[in-house]
Every structure is written in C-alpha cells, then in structure tokens.
C-alpha cells in the first residue's frame, strides 16, 4: 500500500525565514514524488515534481530513499507562500500508475 | 490552451438519490482521474480513466462509477448518496505516453453536499 505522510497540520514562519515542510512516504517500489499547492481560493496546483529536479518559486524538494522522505525546503519564506501544501506520491507502474496518494496537507502561514 | 473545468460548481442533493459530475480535460490530454476531498482532508483518489476504460480505482464502492468520451471528457456518477459523500470532488487531467505521466492538471472541482 502507498502512504504519505505530513506530520504538521499547521506551520507558522517570518517572512525571510527558512521553512520545511515534511513529507514521509511507505510505497515497495520506486515512486514518484510531488507537491502541490493550493492559494486561497485556487485550485490545486504542481509546484514541482521530484524527476525534474528544478527549483520553482524558490521552493526546492530532495528525494531521500534512505528515509523515504521528500521535504519541501524553501531558505527565505515570503508572505505570498502562505498557501495550503501536499506532498503526494504515485506509482510508476501496475494499477498505481498515474494514480496520487495524497498527504493531509500542511497550512503555511507567513507572517510580515 | 484550456485547463480542466468542472461542472457543475456547487450542487446539493438528498440521501439517496443520483448525481453526475462532469470534466472537460486540458486540451492534449488522454487520461482524467477523479478525487474525492472530505473537508480537513487531502484528495483521495476514486479512479482513472485511460482510452475510455478504468484503468485503477481506489477504495471506493461501486456505486461510484465513470465514463470518458472519445473527446476524453469524463463523467463521475455516484449511486443512492448518502451523507458523508458530502465533499468536493476533483478531476484531473494528464497526458500518459511513452511509460510516463505529464501535465497533472485539476480543476476547481465541485462542491457536492448531502442532506
């Protein structure tokens, strides 16, 4: 079974400093790992995907197999962060192909 | 280029009876999940839809049932509601090709309530 995990409901930072937020994730076999965001009132968005490797609104996500971790990283946090994050994982193959498991998400807050 | 739009936006039922949910895929896309998020909750996935056929499901019962079109649009039909179908229900769209997935794309989803 896929599973994944946000340990922090809600996580509260000032604008310009670090935040991470957690992801933890059980699947037997090599998965691929996203996030996604959601701005008030938006819809569910991609911020980046674990294969492309790229940094997106200065957000960046390592893949550590070791502790099947993929956490969300961004150095200075600004106001326009403050969004609604999901870590989700997908298959690569079989009947979890294409389909997102979804964490419960996590709620950043970025104060002035 | 279009995104993925949802129709209709809200709607509210009684227990018991039946609901269609509709999904006009991102233009290029071949491939249309659907996803079920409860309030507080994240999405959980219902089924997907490749070349007009289910191709996953999640735990689900079968009173929850699709259809994709040759235009690859979608239908997502629930059976006798009951209360805690009470949520909003996402669709995706996304191209499948050469063994990968692109372009994950949702919609705004509709907001289904059961009273």
């Known amino acids: 079974a896929q599973r994944v995990t946000q340990p922090e409901k809600l996580l509260s930072v000032f604008k310009g400093a670090p935040v991470e937020l957690k992801c933890n994730y059980s699947?037997?076999?090599?998965?691929?790992l996203f996030w996604y965001v959601q701005y008030s009132r938006q819809r569910l968005q991609l911020l980046l995907r674990?294969?492309s490797r790229e940094s997106i609104k200065g957000f960046t996500a390592d893949l550590n197999k070791g502790e099947t971790s993929f956490h969300l990283k961004k150095p200075f946090a600004q106001e326009e962060d403050s969004a609604m994050y999901y870590c989700a994982l997908s298959g690569l193959g079989g009947t979890s192909y294409g389909k997102l498991t979804f964490g419960q998400g996590t709620i950043l807050t970025v104060h002035p | 280029e279009t995104g993925v739009t949802q129709s209709p936006t809200h709607l509210i039922k009684t227990r018991g009876q039946q609901v269609t949910l509709r999904c006009s895929s991102q233009?290029?896309?071949?491939?249309v999940s659907w996803y079920q998020q409860a309030l507080g909750q994240g999405p959980q996935f219902i089924f997907q839809?490749?070349?007009?056929?289910?191709?996953g499901r999640g735990n689900f019962p079968p009173r929850f049932s699709g259809l994709q079109f040759p235009n690859y649009s979608s239908e997502l039909n629930v059976n006798a509601l009951e209360l805690d179908d009470s949520a909003l229900y996402l669709c995706?769209?996304?191209?499948?090709?050469?063994?990968?997935?692109?372009?994950?794309?949702f919609g705004s989803g509709t907001r289904l309530t059961v009273v």
């Open positions: 674990h294969i």
């Open positions: 233009s290029g896309h071949n491939t």
């Open positions: 699947y037997s076999g090599s998965p691929e």
């Open positions: 995706a769209s996304s191209l499948r090709a050469t063994g990968r997935v692109y372009g994950y794309t």
């Open positions: 839809y490749y070349r007009e056929e289910e191709n």
